[in-house]
Nanobody, 111 residues
Framework: QVQLVESGGGLVQAGGSLRLSCAAS????????MGWYRQAPGKQRELVAD???????NYADSVKGRFTISRDNAKNTVYLQMNSLKPEDTAVYLC?????WGQGTQVTVSS
C-alpha cells in the first residue's frame, strides 16, 4: 500500500550532513523523474532536486553545491545527500514519483 518511504531525517547542527533515502515501489521508481521536495512551516512545498531515469539531475538554486541527488536502480531507491546544512534547510522532506508522494521525513538544523 505504501509506495514511497522516506528515511534518514533527524536533528543536526548547522554545517552538518544527512543522507535521505526514498525507497519506492517498482512502478513508481520506473517513472521518468524522481524528486525530492521540502515543506517548511508556513511555506509552500518546493522542489529541492530531481533526477531522471537516465541520471540527469536538477537542483534548486538554494541547495546547489550542497546537496546531491542520486539513484540506485537495483534497489529502487533515491538518495539525497545533504551537506553544509543550514537552519533554513529545516523542513519535512518528501519524495515524489509519478504524481505519488511519500509521507516525508523531518530534517531539523540547529544554529
Amino acid at each position: 500500500q505504501v509506495q514511497l518511504v522516506e528515511s534518514g531525517g533527524g536533528l543536526v547542527q548547522a554545517g552538518g550532513s544527512l543522507r535521505l533515502s526514498c525507497a519506492a515501489s517498482g512502478s513508481i521508481f520506473s517513472g521518468f523523474v524522481m524528486g525530492w521536495y521540502r515543506q517548511a512551516p508556513g511555506k509552500q512545498r518546493e522542489l529541492v532536486a530531481d533526477i531522471t531515469s537516465g541520471g540527469r539531475t536538477n537542483y534548486a538554486d538554494s541547495v546547489k553545491g550542497r546537496f546531491t541527488i542520486s539513484r540506485d536502480n537495483a534497489k529502487n531507491t533515491v538518495y539525497l545527500q545533504m551537506n553544509s546544512l543550514k537552519p533554513e534547510d529545516t523542513a519535512v522532506y518528501l519524495c515524489n514519483g509519478r504524481w505519488v508522494w511519500g509521507q516525508g521525513t523531518q530534517v531539523t538544523v540547529s544554529s
